[in-house]
């Protein structure tokens, strides 16, 4: 497994932690910056992480800034990307399981370290369920070629 990493000044310590926890389980980290706390754009990090991941670069990603909000909403902006904002180990149970999210966006400000890292563990323990939920990725991904083909 290929984990593409990025987070803004906010989440910049907790990307570090993360990483950390992922090479310590063997999965290979992309790490993208920023590496200290002066203040930089979320979206440029959001950006980097979502292009390795539909260019192959890294299997998933996962982004760190004080809500997670401002990279979702950045990430989600990559055609193919499906970025899930969450708290909760059963928020990023479902974001995997039903939307086949392909990046996890966490907030620094919103969770200590051991929520975050159960987090994470959860998302990599948990593959897409398929089924029923493909036809509604499909859907998901149909309204985005349709607004890339400015039919909406």
């Known amino acids: 497994m290929r984990i593409a990493l990025g987070a803004d000044h906010a989440g910049f310590a907790l990307k570090d932690k993360i990483k950390e926890h992922l090479s310590a389980r063997g999965v290979e980290v992309r790490d993208e910056g920023t590496n200290s706390n002066a203040s930089v754009d979320y979206p440029d990090y959001a950006r980097l992480v979502a292009e390795d991941v539909i260019h192959g670069r890294a299997d998933q990603g996962i982004l760190v800034c004080g809500t997670g909000i ?3 909403i950045s990430a989600n902006k990559v055609p193919g990307i499906r970025a899930a904002n969450a708290s909760t180990e059963f928020e990023v ?3 995997r399981e039903h939307n086949d999210a392909n990046i996890l966006t966490l907030g620094a400000r919103v969770l200590d370290e051991a929520a975050a890292l159960r987090i994470v563990d959860v998302w990599l ?3 897409f369920a398929g089924g029923r939920h493909q ?3 499909d859907k998901i991904m149909g309204v985005e070629r349709d607004a890339l083909e400015h039919k909406l």
């Open 70 to 72: 401002g990279m979702a």
């Open 135 to 137: 036809t509604r990725v």
């Open 93 to 95: 149970q479902m974001a």
């Open 125 to 127: 323990a948990t593959n």
